[in-house]
């Protein structure tokens, strides 16, 4: 198993450009989270999905969007990219939601935009 | 309000010294859930442990232990006899469910490990 991917792994924007963070997990697994980390900040939750065609807002929505057509994938939305939006972003995975579900990561997407 | 706390940014040591980790919680909720991650060099999130508000007894597993205390909200790790390979950022974690019932994960700022050989 590959377990969570992401790409790209480093991307550099400008203001007012738009993009998509694409994630992908082959665990089958229902719940998928985007998360993004600042500096000696930690993780805070963006967007997240408990199964196809589901997703709800986490702490810091704004700016971005998401969509869940598949169990797979969970891409992450940035439209008009801001400077405020520069951080690493990550995507994680779990099976169920029952609240001791340890979370899988992805590797990361560094972003910055100027 | 900061759900999850940990107050030492950096921690350095030199390699076979024990780590301690410190982390204070806040929740009002009965059930709940806390973790330890390990984010090394590369990047990645690892997952560590896990424990149950209902459970306190303190456990070891290898080179890791922790120590679960309700009356002050803490959720303390430790790396005993530290190696170089122990460098990272050490987050803990509380996992509460939300308005919809699904259970969020909270992140501490983290504390930077440096194992110096």
């Known amino acids: 198993n590959a377990g969570v991917t992401q790409t790209p792994k480093f991307r550099i924007l400008k203001i007012g450009q738009s993009m998509t963070l694409q994630c992908a997990q082959d665990?089958?697994?229902?719940?998928m989270y985007w998360y993004r980390q600042d500096p000696g900040m930690g993780l805070k939750l963006i967007y997240y999905?408990?199964?196809?065609?589901?997703?709800d807002k986490g702490e810091v929505p704004n700016g971005y969007n998401v969509s869940r057509s598949t169990t797979e994938d969970f891409p992450l939305r940035l439209e008009l990219a801001a400077p405020s939006q520069t951080s690493v972003y990550f995507c994680?995975?779990?099976?169920?939601?029952?609240?001791?579900?340890?979370?899988?990561f992805g590797p990361g997407t560094r972003l910055t935009v100027t | 309000a900061q759900k999850v706390t940990q107050a030492q940014t950096e921690i350095s040591v030199v390699e076979k010294e024990d780590v301690t980790l410190d982390c204070v919680y806040e929740t009002r909720d009965t059930t709940y859930y806390l973790f330890w991650y390990k984010q090394p060099p590369s990047g990645e999130l690892v997952f560590l442990i896990r424990r149950n508000s209902f459970d306190e007894q303190n456990e070891i597993s290898g080179r890791y232990s922790w120590n679960f205390q309700k009356s002050t909200s803490s959720f303390n790790f430790t790396i005993t006899a530290s190696q170089v390979v122990d460098s990272a950022v050490y987050f803990c974690?509380?996992?509460?469910?939300?308005?919809?019932?699904?259970?969020?994960?909270?992140f501490g700022a983290g504390t930077t490990v440096t194992v110096r050989a």
């Open positions: 999905s408990v199964g196809a065609g589901i997703t």
């Open positions: 665990m089958n697994h229902n719940y």
């Open positions: 974690a509380l996992s509460e469910a939300d308005h919809s019932n699904d259970y969020k994960l909270s």
């Open positions: 994680a995975s779990s099976y169920f939601d029952r609240g001791d579900d340890e979370q899988y």
